[in-house]
Nanobody, 119 residues
Framework: QVQLVESGGGLVQPGGSLRLSCKAS????????MGWYRQAPGKQRELVAV???????NYADSVKGRFTISADNAKNTVYLQMNSLKPEDTAVYYC?????????????WGQGTQVAVTS
């Protein structure tokens, strides 16, 4: 079983920055992809950013230009750098990885970390 351990969440003022970390128990280069998702109260979980093989990245429109996903393969860690934070970014942020092949794909999830953007 893949374990994902998140850290870096907290309370920050609008316009501030926060860096989330997600350390995996396995080699992240073997994963199909890793991503960050978030879920705000009363809303569905949504994709924030994803990084796949070849370092291909994709972002939700709402965070483009403000958030950056990156990976440190040597540390088996994925990061989410969040800049220019807005109150709308307040949510529980989850790290996820996708593993397996065509017929045996599986998603693992971290425990989630709270990000609160407020004055």
């Amino acid at each position: 079983q893949v374990q994902l351990v998140e850290s870096g969440g907290g309370l920050v003022q609008p316009g501030g920055s926060l860096r989330l970390s997600c350390k995996a128990s396995g080699s992240i280069v073997s994963f199909n992809s890793m991503g960050w998702y978030r879920q705000a109260p009363g809303k569905q979980r949504e994709l924030v950013a994803v990084i796949a093989s070849g370092s291909t990245t994709n972002y939700a429109d709402s965070v483009k230009g403000r958030f950056t996903i990156s990976a440190d393969n040597a540390k088996n860690t994925v990061y989410l750098q969040m800049n220019s934070l807005k109150p709308e970014d307040t949510a529980v942020y989850y790290c996820s990885c996708n593993v397996g092949s065509l017929l045996y794909r599986y998603d693992y999830w971290g425990q989630g970390t709270q990000v609160a953007v407020t004055s």
